[in-house]
T-cell receptor, first 113, second 110 residues
Framework: DAGVTQSPTHLIKTRGQQVTLRCSPK?????VSWYQQALGQGPQFIFQ???????QRGNFPDRFSGHQFPNYSSELNVNALLLGDSALYLC????????????FGPGTRLTVT | QKEVEQNSGPLSVPEGAIASLNCTYS??????FFWYRQYSGKSPELIMS????GDKEDGRFTAQLNKASQYVSLLIRDSQPSDSATYLC??????????FGSGTKLNVKP
């Protein structure tokens, strides 16, 4: 049973560019959340998708947007990249039950130069 | 502002000892609590979830929750060098938003 997968593993972009990160949830999971983790910090919640709609959003600017597809996979888009966007971007998925347990993918390391 | 507080450490314990990791949270409404382990350069891995007051044991791990004191802890018995990692406490607010602490770095010395 494949776990949560993310692509790409690493990415280097220049300030002002746009980036798209991709996530496939664990089999049987229908809810996907995205997190940003800066070095030495805990993950910061960006947003959550369920039934192809954004259900919750953290304190991130509109430059951060997302999408969920009918097969539950998801994309995170970041426009007008800033140096401060350099971080590990994590995708997590969970089941529709009430446990709220979520499982993380390996992450995408984004470096903005 | 919802907050989850953890001592950043590092917490150093000898092999075979009990490691005690602590976490406090700010919102009394929170109902679900989680401990994740994160090795350097890797993504967080779920260790334990706890939803009601008291203790929950899973192998060498015990999670403890005290909602009145807004406090959750993780005990690791018979600590091993392979337990050396950063441990993240996570709390759910508003049913869907996970808030993480900044993590406690644990070093288990052989």
């Amino acid at each position: 049973d494949a776990g949560v997968t993310q692509s790409p593993t690493h990415l280097i972009k220049t300030r002002g560019q746009q980036v798209t990160l991709r996530c496939s949830p664990k089999s049987g999971h229908d809810t996907v959340s995205w997190y940003q983790q800066a070095l030495g910090q805990g993950p910061q919640f960006i947003f959550q998708y369920y039934e192809e709609e954004e259900r919750q959003r953290g304190n991130f600017p509109d430059r951060f947007s997302g999408h969920q597809f009918p097969n539950y996979s998801s994309e995170l888009n970041v426009n007008a990249l800033l140096l401060g966007d350099s971080a590990l971007y994590l995708c997590a998925s969970r089941t529709p039950d009430s446990s709220y347990e979520q499982y993380f993918g390996p992450g995408t390391r984004l470096t903005v130069t | 502002q919802k907050e989850v507080e953890q001592n950043s450490g590092p917490l150093s314990v000898p092999e075979g000892a009990i490691a005690s990791l602590n976490c406090t949270y700010s919102d009394r409404v929170s109902q679900s609590f989680f401990w994740y382990r994160q090795y350097s350069g890797k993504s967080p891995e779920l260790i334990m979830s706890i939803y009601s007051n008291g203790d929950k044991e899973d192998g060498r791990f015990t999670a403890q929750l005290n909602k009145a004191s807004q406090y959750v802890s993780l005990l690791i018995r018979d600590s091993q060098p392979s337990d050396s990692a950063t441990y993240l406490c996570a709390v759910i607010y508003n049913f869907n938003k996970f808030y993480f602490g900044s993590g406690t770095k644990l070093n288990v010395k052989p």
